[in-house]
């Protein structure tokens, strides 16, 4: 026993880092984010003598995600994040742009917002991203294309410069523009 928690401890602690980004790029906010992590951390905790290690980075992810699209589906009109914007430790190429991007992906609906996310920032695959989410391929491609073009609504001019052209996949080579949402913002 003791032996299982020091493993989950030295995964969770390597992980932790990653797996907020991903939640912050979820909701849009570092304590929303903070508690999508422990409530992910929580829940691959309590499954981790089944969960092979080779494996528990993608059920991480995979628990990370659906509690976010879970969270939405159940979250009250007074539990929305407020409108502050917090610091970001990555470099960016534009700041304003950045912020801009961030919140245009927060006017897209949840599971849009969790395939962008995951096929964009992770990298994932249409078939890891699919396995993630727990739904079809074909599910995860619909709304892919339903998000791009969210987007591309809401961002209007700008989002030609940060948003990858229409059918071109996550980490091929066929996007364009300086890369925010295809190359981790």
Do not use: N
């Amino acid at each position: 026993m003791a032996t299982e928690f020091i493993e989950f401890d030295e995964f969770a602690r390597s992980r932790q880092a990653q797996l907020r980004r991903a939640a912050y790029l979820l909701c849009g906010d570092w304590h929303l984010a903070e508690d999508l992590t422990q409530t992910a951390l929580a829940k691959l905790y309590a499954v981790w003598r089944k969960v092979r290690m080779e494996s528990a980075d993608s059920y991480a992810r995979k628990v990370l995600f659906r509690t976010f699209v879970d969270e939405t589906r159940r979250r009250r009109w007074w539990e929305r994040p407020g409108a502050h914007q917090y610091e970001v430790a990555a470099p960016v190429l534009d700041p304003d742009l950045r912020l801009v991007l961030l919140a245009a992906l927060r006017q897209v609906p949840a599971r849009s917002r969790a395939v962008l996310v995951l096929r964009f920032w992770e990298d994932q695959s249409v078939e890891e991203t699919a396995a993630a989410l727990g739904c079809s391929t074909g599910t995860v491609k619909s709304q892919t294309s339903r998000g791009l073009a969210t987007l591309r609504r809401i961002l209007g001019d700008r989002a030609s410069t940060v948003l990858p052209v229409s059918g071109a996949r996550a980490g091929t080579g066929g996007e364009s523009g300086p890369g925010y949402l295809k190359a981790g913002w």
